[in-house]
């Protein structure tokens, strides 16, 4: 089992930034992949970024170039550095953790709202 607790959501500016934790417990030495998803209202959760435990990071088209994802292996916890933000951004952010051979692991999730 793995529990996962997401932080640093909140109301920003567009053009702000905000940067997200997810600190991951319990069985955290099976994680292999730890990445963050978003859902808007009224739509289908997405990819954000995703970053493997050799450091090996994919990003959603929409976040490349103004987000950074990264992780500390030592402190089992991923960020999530959102820079330059949209209004389009507004969704609840929710962290993931891959093990391999089982469904993956998902945080309550963390709401970032971009006003205009």
């Known amino acids: 089992q793995v529990q996962l607790v997401e932080s640093g959501g909140g109301l920003v500016q567009n053009g702000g930034s905000l940067r997200l934790s997810c600190a991951a417990s319990?069985?955290?030495?099976?994680?292999?992949?730890m990445g963050w998803y978003r859902q808007a209202s009224g739509k289908q959760r997405e990819l954000v970024a995703t970053?493997?435990?050799?450091?090996?990071?994919t990003y959603a088209y929409s976040v490349k170039g103004r987000f950074t994802i990264s992780r500390d292996n030592a402190k089992n916890t991923a960020f999530l550095q959102m820079n330059s933000l949209k209004p389009e951004d507004t969704a609840v952010y929710y962290c993931t953790a891959l093990i391999y051979g089982v469904p993956p692991y998902w945080g309550q999730g963390t709401q970032v709202t971009v006003s205009s």
């Open positions: 970053i493997t435990s050799g450091g090996s990071i």
């Open positions: 319990g069985s955290i030495a099976s994680i292999n992949t």
